[in-house]
């Protein structure tokens, strides 16, 4: 057993899909949450500026002495997968959302057909194409860069019949429900915030596959298998760091998890 604290960071409010996914599956884990909020979006950063900003991320959870460190985070999840950027730390667990989400998505679709919105940076490096190929080379797989998508999170505009984000989210998803997808990997830990609205927009039958969920659950099943589980039995801590307004990110934390109760909240620096 091992009460060190779970280590999550995101560009933004995002990953707090995560973080709500992490509490409801594990609950007696102290989690330390990293939202940038100071250099939001990633997605449109070179993949030199995202892997700078990540390893800044990643050394500021570090000094938590966390067991894991899970980026919650698309677009620094797709430079993962070329960049090596836990070579100089002192974490050996960690996850970027990539292979749990595409694991979920080839078991979720019935038609083969499986669609991928994500940051431009996402999109552009072909991550989650190539991932579902080395599963499951017969499916075809779309994608579609979002950009507003993460802007509309991180300023509040995530209600289901909000006239702005359903116009974005309607171009968007236009090519996606031409093509006939019966899955669709939201594939930026912004994306589940807007969940409704994307649904309204592809339809009941189209399979919504959070990136936020399925890494959670990836660590409750990596912790669990490798004893490395929280053995308290009181319920877990949750710390919050930004590095721009905690204003701000304290009115999104309300909204995306509800409540701001027993949770500690606090600006920060990485650099």
Known sequence: ???AAIGVFDSGVGGLSCVKELTALMPHEDIIYLGDTA???YGTKSVDTIARYAKEDIAFLEKFNVKMILIACGTVSSVLMSRPLFEDSTVSEYSGVIYPTVAAACAATRNDRIGVIGTPATVRSGCYGRAIRELRSDIRVFSKACPMFVPLVENGYTDRDDPVAKLIAEEYLEG???EGVDTLILGCTHYPHLEGVISSVMGSDVRLISSGAEIAKYA?????SSGNAA???EKGTLELYC???EEL???????????KDMIKISRCSVK
């Open 39 to 41: 250099r939001v979006p």
């Open 243 to 245: 590095t721009d307004s």
């Open 249 to 259: 990110f304290s009115e999104n934390v309300e909204t995306f998890l509800g409540h």
């Open 220 to 224: 409750e099943r990596t912790l669990v």
């Open 231 to 233: 053995e308290r039995t």
């Open 1 to 3: 057993m091992n009460n």
């Open 176 to 178: 996606m429900k031409r």
